[in-house]
């Protein structure tokens, strides 16, 4: 009789899962590749900063606190991608710009723009600008995150199909490139330490700098 152990089963190891993590990255482009068993799919998960943009049903996962995730889909190429950032602008000599929304907007676009897709027809989904640290209201960053991504799409043309932000929710957001479904769920306020311990590091950073200058979400 087989051990328990050795009736154990790896992750599947797709073909691909292997040309993407063998693919050479872009700065600023999402790198954790993995198996999700839940969706039966490959996945990306986009980390704060990174953005990813694909012509395939990948699964593409982030998780939100105050940050904002845009979801870009070119519904004539079917090609999509989304960002992950935490605050509107970047201050004086900051570095890492994928952070920040003026930046992490223009990556996307203009990955999408070079993978074949269209400005005007383009349409976008957004989520997050959650309140998640009781007390913390006053910064309003989850709200300054809402209002920057929805002005900025508003003067590229890009029409917003469906949104779910601010409130006090962390969520969690799948995105499918190909096809353009997006799905968010909400998560519990007390069990998202990392989520926080982002919203807390913008927080951070927005006192740093203040100091020296329509369509469908699907619930899963």
């Not at 992750?11 to 993590?21: I, N, Q, S, Y």
């Not at 700065?27 to 799919?41: L, M, R, V």
């Not at 913390?136 to 043309?157: H, P, Q, S």
């Not at 096809?179 to 330490?193: I, Q, W």
Request: proline share 5%.
């Amino acid at each position: 009789m087989l051990a328990p152990s050795s009736l154990q089963t790896s992750p599947p190891r797709t073909a691909r899962l292997e040309k993407l993590r063998n693919s050479p990255r872009k700065p600023g482009e999402a790198s954790f590749f993995f198996y999700d068993a839940f969706f039966k799919s490959d996945a990306v998960k986009v980390l704060p900063g990174e953005y990813f943009v694909y012509d395939e049903d990948v699964l593409i996962m982030t998780t939100l606190g105050s940050c904002i995730a845009a979801c870009l889909w070119d519904r004539v190429a079917r090609i999509g991608g989304l960002n992950h950032f935490m605050l509107p602008d970047a201050g004086a000599g900051a570095i890492d710009g994928g952070r920040y929304g003026s930046f992490a907007m223009e990556l996307l676009i203009n990955e999408l723009l070079k993978r074949g897709a269209n400005r005007t027809t383009l349409e976008a989904k957004v989520f997050g600008g959650g309140a998640v640290i009781s007390g913390m209201n006053t910064i309003n960053v989850g709200e300054r995150n809402t209002k920057f991504v929805m002005e900025y799409l508003a003067t590229e043309r890009i029409p917003v199909v469906s949104k779910d932000v601010m409130d006090v929710y962390p969520r969690k957001v799948c995105f499918f490139p190909h096809s353009g479904k997006a799905m968010v769920k909400r998560l519990a306020p007390t069990s998202t330490e990392i989520v926080q311990a982002l919203d807390r590091e913008a927080i951070n950073r927005t006192r740093a700098s203040t100091a020296s200058s329509g369509g469908t979400v699907d619930l899963f």
